[in-house]
């Protein structure tokens, strides 16, 4: 019998570095997120056929599997592993607060289309975590990438009540989240 092992979830030999534990966490993120993002474009252009009600699932099973997927590299990690699944959990957190801070503010004004701006706050979440991983000794590819990250989302917030803006957030994580953290996952960022 063969057993194949996962390079994101099996366990390894050795305990990954800061950088690889982060690149998997964000490879994570880009993925799921943006696949979310992609069905929500695809259900409000019209190119999938489905109830509007079904937008309703795609963030909550999103965030589930990602913290899934989150406590399995963590545990599965070491230290590294450890303080780096601390920050994407805060980073969650405080993109979940946004959106239930949206939400109240929807519910008391009766304008629920306020929830639609959770797109260009996420990427201004990235833009911030990128340029403090810069700040903090990260290489200078990584500040880039923040300045890149935060016109990303000023690009997105033009867009904001088109079904393109969440196609442009889907293009945004995979540019700003999933290879950025494949690129530390495999090891190969300087």
């Known amino acids: 019998m063969t057993t194949v092992t996962l390079a994101f979830a099996g366990p390894s030999r050795s305990d990954p570095t800061l950088a690889v534990a982060a690149g998997r966490n964000l490879v994570a993120a880009g993925t799921l997120f943006g696949l979310a993002n992609l069905f929500q474009w695809s259900v409000m252009s019209g190119a999938l056929h489905l109830h509007p009600a079904m937008l309703s699932l795609s963030w909550p099973l999103a965030v589930t599997l990602f913290i899934v997927i989150l406590r399995r590299l963590r545990s599965s990690g070491g230290p590294a592993a450890v303080r780096a699944a601390g920050w994407s959990r805060g980073a969650i957190l405080l993109q979940i607060g946004a ?59 033009v867009l904001v009540g088109t079904p393109t803006q969440y196609l442009a957030y889907a293009c945004g994580l995979i540019a700003f989240t999933l290879i950025p953290g494949l690129v530390l996952a495999l090891g190969r960022a300087r």
């Open 99 to 157: 959106a239930l801070s949206l939400a109240a503010l929807s519910a008391a004004l009766h304008d629920w289309s306020l929830m639609m701006w959770m797109s260009p706050i996420g990427l201004g979440v990235y833009a911030i975590a990128w340029l403090v991983a810069s700040m903090r000794g990260g290489a200078a590819w990584m500040g880039t990438l923040g300045v890149t990250t935060a016109a990303a989302a000023g690009g997105v917030a």
